[in-house]
């Protein structure tokens, strides 16, 4: 039995497939640091929770968050001081 797919199901089914390599990829990457993290810390668990990694991974973002957030207010005020620089260098030129 021949199937005939459109365009448009294989694409989403290629995309089904990428998809299901990823999360594979990902499950891969847990197991590492649970076991890398395991060998650290010495400990008689064998695994890190899946909640441990979570919290982990939540710390990480508010950090990254406000990395971006000083960032932003460090580019806006060089912005601002550059324009009060060609404010100031407009005003004694006239």
């Known amino acids: 039995m021949e199937h ?3 365009p448009l199901q294989q694409e989403v089914l290629d ?3 990428q998809l299901s390599l990823d999360l594979k990829a990902l499950d891969e990457t847990i197991k590492e640091l649970n076991y890398s ?7 008689q668990q064998e695994t890190v929770s899946p909640d ?3 919290q982990e991974m939540r ?4 950090k990254i968050g ?5 960032l932003k207010g460090s580019v806006y005020s060089l912005i601002l001081q550059r324009k009060q620089e060609q404010e ?3 005003s004694n030129s006239k």
């Open 4 to 6: 005939n797919l459109s």
């Open 15 to 17: 995309k089904y497939k």
């Open 37 to 43: 993290q395991h060998r650290q810390q010495h400990s």
């Open 52 to 54: 441990e990694i979570l």
């Open 59 to 62: 710390d990480i973002e508010v």
């Open 66 to 70: 406000l990395v971006g957030t000083l």
């Open 88 to 90: 100031s260098l407009g």
